[in-house]
């Protein structure tokens, strides 16, 4: 038999396993991750939740994830565009980005990322490190 005629024989036999064609939504079940998944050549009333362990479309959940990022991002900047900022109260680290607590003169906080505060509050934060960075002798 022709090796060409084996193969689609092979394959034939093997079930189709289905597509993901995107990510959609993200949640945790029982503290495992899960994921909103669209399958390809499905409608979107046919899109389940997937355990991230049991996916293998890591490009496609990183997207979702900069997506999602990208959008929280620009909430941010949106909803700091009118408040009027007090100071700078602390700093942290969380998944290697640098956050900033910053104080607004209506006594409400919020922790906002760095690369946001650098730009929109570069004062505070000038200020912030002034009064506490420390340097070795």
């Not at 389940?48 to 997207?63: D, F, G, K, M, R």
């Not at 680290?93 to 650098?118: C, H, S, W």
Request: with cysteine; aromatic share 8%.
């Amino acid at each position: 038999m022709d090796r060409r005629k084996r193969a689609t024989i092979g394959e034939a036999a093997m079930p189709k396993l289905p597509v993901v064609e995107k990510v959609l939504s993200k949640r945790l079940i029982d503290g495992q991750v899960h994921f909103l998944i669209k399958w390809e050549g499905e409608s979107i009333e046919n899109s389940t939740w997937e355990p991230e362990v049991n996916l293998s479309c890591s490009h496609l959940i990183a997207e979702f994830e900069r997506e999602r990022r990208n959008k929280q991002i620009q909430k941010v900047e949106e909803e700091d565009e009118d408040k009027v900022v007090d100071r700078i109260v602390g700093m942290c680290e969380q998944n290697g980005e640098r956050y900033f607590l910053v104080k607004y003169t209506n006594d409400m906080a919020q922790l906002m990322p760095a690369k946001i505060a650098n730009k929109q509050h570069i004062e505070a934060v000038l200020r912030f490190y002034e009064e506490n960075l420390q340097f070795a002798s």
